[in-house]
């Protein structure tokens, strides 16, 4: 266990974050009880203190995975799940094809070698199982106009456990390296919904995506 890691982390749930802090739950929450359903063994990678887990383990047989201990035993808690304690760059200690579904919402954008993690949800999906979730959308057009003026606030960069920084191009050549039937569906805000009418993914604020294992 990575106990610099741990630290980082319980200081960015608790001090920055603060426990139930969720962005566009209502939107991610919907997309996931609609792509994961009922009756399935659900391993949630990064589920911190449960805010988006609540959405759809009614039905579900859920695993809450993540660094932080304290944030894992509040989803305990407060929803009834199992958990374990585990840094997602090292062993999981998970049997192969024991999963229906693997959550990673706005989790991937905080891993080093994204590509090895997405080798072990792999590992541990069922044969036809899903990957789903959501990452921040790097490279939407608002994203840029800051950072050209160089303002990070607002942008994937102000958060700094933020390692990586996807555009939907190279997040979608990632997943097709290990899963079929990649979909995307943007979020956007309401003041760019007129214009995301002809470039959706361009104004896109979170992409929201769905994968089959191969």
Known sequence: MNIGLEKVYS?????E??????VLGEERGKFLRDNIGKNKNVLDIGCRDGALTKAYREGNNVLGFDIDNDALEEAKKNLGINIKHADINDDWGLDKESFDVVVAAEVIEHIYYPVFVLEKIYEVLKPGGKLVGSVPHAFSLQNRVKLFFAKKTGTTLSDPTHINHFSKKEFEGLLKKKFD?????????NK????????????AHTILFSTVKK
């Open 11 to 15: 200081y960015h749930h608790r001090k």
């Open 17 to 22: 974050r603060g426990w139930g802090f969720l």
């Open 181 to 189: 039937e990649v979909r995307f569906q943007p979020i956007i805000s």
């Open 192 to 203: 760019f919904k007129l214009l995301a009418m002809v470039f959706p993914f361009l104004f």
